[in-house]
């Protein structure tokens, strides 16, 4: 049981806007950033969101994080056929002391 | 650029212990945290453990704490996971990955696969 809780999947069209939630604590997400990676199998992680909301230079507009209390959430607007990958939320716990990742959310484009 | 490189994975069984390593270049290893990363089959991404830049700083997941033991030798360019009492659930892909204490990763080692079986 992840200490980050996504849904396992989520899926939409192209075109489509979709979002992700990633709900945590006070101890994680209530009172550290969140970040959030894209996972293709078989390829590094690649951050698309960090410090909440902040995009790397070459992640496209259509990807936007937000966070509120100990819930934040990864939309993509634009919805295309690459996107289709594993997206993890992930952030530091002051109580653990440690790092901690959400269970993954599979998104599959129809 | 920057690489990392691991290995030292292979099938141990359990009980008994593996090193990994972790061989960086393109960048000056003394500047940055690195973490270890796994993924176990079929399963997400699971944080095993972060050293900081100097080594003074140490975290361990609950999972692993007491039996993985994360250190550094920035001389060597190398960041070492000495494993010990190896659990089937400890098979995975660990990666070796830069970053910041406390997040964000930027970048990942392909990883080195372990396999604890009898």
């Known amino acids: 049981q992840s200490v980050l809780t996504q849904p396992p999947s989520a899926s939409g069209t192209p075109g489509q806007r979709v979002s992700i939630s990633c709900s945590g604590s006070?101890?994680?997400?209530?009172?550290?950033?969140i970040y959030w990676y894209q996972h293709l199998p078989g390829t590094a992680p690649k951050l698309l969101i960090f410090r909440n909301n902040q995009r790397p230079s070459g992640v496209p507009d259509r990807f936007s994080g937000s966070k509120s209390g100990t819930s934040a959430s990864l939309a993509i607007s634009g919805l295309r056929s690459e996107d289709e990958a594993d997206y993890y939320c992930?952030?530091?716990?002051?109580?653990?002391?440690?790092?901690?990742f959400g269970g993954g959310t599979k998104l599959t484009v129809l | 650029q920057v690489q990392l490189v691991e290995s030292g994975g292979g099938v141990v069984q359990p009980g008994r212990s593996l090193r990994l390593s972790c061989a960086a270049s393109g960048f000056i290893l003394s500047s940055y945290a690195v973490h270890w990363v796994r993924q176990a089959p079929g399963k997400g991404l699971e944080w095993v453990a972060v050293i900081s830049f100097d080594g003074r700083s140490k975290y361990y997941a609950d999972s692993v704490q007491g039996r993985f033991t994360i250190s550094r030798d920035n001389s060597k360019d190398a960041l070492y996971l000495q494993m010990n009492s190896l659990r089937t659930e400890d098979t995975a892909i660990y990666h070796c990955?830069?970053?910041?204490?406390?997040?964000?990763?930027?970048?990942w080692g392909q990883g080195t696969p372990v396999t604890v079986s009898s």
């Open positions: 006070s101890s994680n997400i209530g009172s550290n950033y």
């Open positions: 992930v952030a530091w716990d002051d109580s653990l002391r440690g790092v901690v």
């Open positions: 990955v830069r970053g910041e204490l406390r997040l964000p990763f930027d970048y």
